[in-house]
C-alpha cells in the first residue's frame, strides 16, 4: 500500500501523525507529509506517494478515515 | 434502543465509562453515568468531573472538532473527544505518545519522540 497527502486540502489537523507518527510527519507549518522510513517525502509528483510498512497498515487506514479533510490518497489499497 | 443521529446512546441511559488516571487516583477508574442520546466523549467526560469527581482533568475543546485538541484514546483507537460518540463500557486513555500532565491532559507541545502507545504515561519528552 502506497499514500500521498494532498499538502494544499491538508489543514493540519494532525490527528494522523497522532495515530501513526512513523508514516505521517507534519512539517513546522503543522502539515502532514508522508513519510518512509521516518524521511517525510517532499519531492512531490509520484515520488510523494511513500509505501506503508505492513505493520502500520491497519493505522494508516485509520488516520484516512479520521482525516477531517481527506486529503490522504491511498493506492494499491 | 433507537440510534440517534450520533451515537447508539439515548436520553436517561446509564453507561460505564472506565478511564485510565494518574495518581493519587486509580490507575483506572470506572464511573456510571446517566447520558443524553447523541453525547460525545467529551460531553461524557465534562458531566463525570461536573457531577461525580471533580478531580478529573479533561482535555480543553471547542466540542465542535475544530480547534484539534481533544485527542484521546478511546478504546484503544486515537481519537477528538469532542466528535467521538460516547458508547457504554467505553475505555478512555490519554492520546499516546504525549507527556501525560493530568489524568487525559497531555503535553502537545511535547511529543515524545520515537515513542510508542505504552509510552503515554512517561519518557523523554523531546
Sequence with gaps: ?77 | MADTAFGTLHDGQRISVTIRRTPPAPETETFEVEVLGGMSVFNVLERIRDNLDPSLAVPISCRIGKCDICFVKVNGKVRWACTEPATDGMLVEPAPRYPVLKDLVVDLDKRIKGGSDSDADGGDAA
Design chain 1, 1 to 77: 500500500m502506497r499514500i500521498s497527502i494532498n499538502q494544499a486540502a491538508c489543514q493540519g489537523d494532525c490527528i494522523c501523525s497522532v495515530i501513526c507518527p512513523e508514516v505521517f510527519v507534519l512539517d513546522d507549518a503543522g502539515i502532514a507529509w508522508a513519510a518512509e522510513n521516518g524521511v517525510p517525502l517532499t519531492r512531490g509528483g509520484s515520488d510523494s506517494f511513500a509505501n506503508v510498512p505492513s505493520e502500520h497498515r491497519d493505522d494508516v487506514l485509520d488516520a484516512v478515515g479520521q482525516c477531517p479533510t481527506q486529503c490522504i490518497t491511498l493506492l494499491d489499497s
